[in-house]
């Protein structure tokens, strides 16, 4: 599975951008895709994950309520909506994926990566 992030920016705070990744994989309904970010300085965290069953998207605390993350099986893509930007929310997004049944909230668990998309909030 390869994949490949899109749609970063540099944005005010309040702005909104849509991040997008897109996979080339045949058996991408079975996978669980997810968005990480990792700020200037720090570890690389969760942002949002969404089940390839169909179970309920998990979102961090911190973007609960302004984050979405949605898939579109007929593009094998998937995306982050992120609206009511804060310049916390400054980071290098990654997009990735995993085919194991293991835990979808270990970073280490996902076996694929996206190459990062730079976004950026000014106050």
């Known amino acids: 599975v390869q994949l490949q992030a899109s749609g970063g920016g540099s944005v005010q705070a309040g702005d909104s951008l849509r991040l997008s990744c897109d996979a080339s994989?045949?058996?991408?309904?079975?996978?669980?895709v997810a968005w990480f970010r990792q700020p200037p300085g720090k570890e690389r965290e969760l942002v949002a994950v969404?089940?390839?069953?169909?179970?309920?998207?998990y979102y961090s605390d911190s973007v609960k309520g302004r984050f979405t993350i949605s898939r579109d099986n007929a593009k094998d893509t998937w995306y982050l909506q992120m609206n009511n930007l804060k310049p916390g929310d400054t980071a290098v997004y990654y997009c990735?994926?995993?085919?194991?049944?293991?835990?979808?909230?270990?970073?280490?668990?996902?076996?694929?990566w996206g190459q990062g998309t730079q976004v950026t909030v000014s106050s």
């Open positions: 969404m089940p390839w069953r169909g179970d309920r998207p």
């Open positions: 990735a994926a995993k085919t194991n049944s293991a835990n979808l909230y270990q970073i280490f668990n996902y076996d694929y």
């Open positions: 994989a045949r058996t991408f309904r079975a996978i669980d």
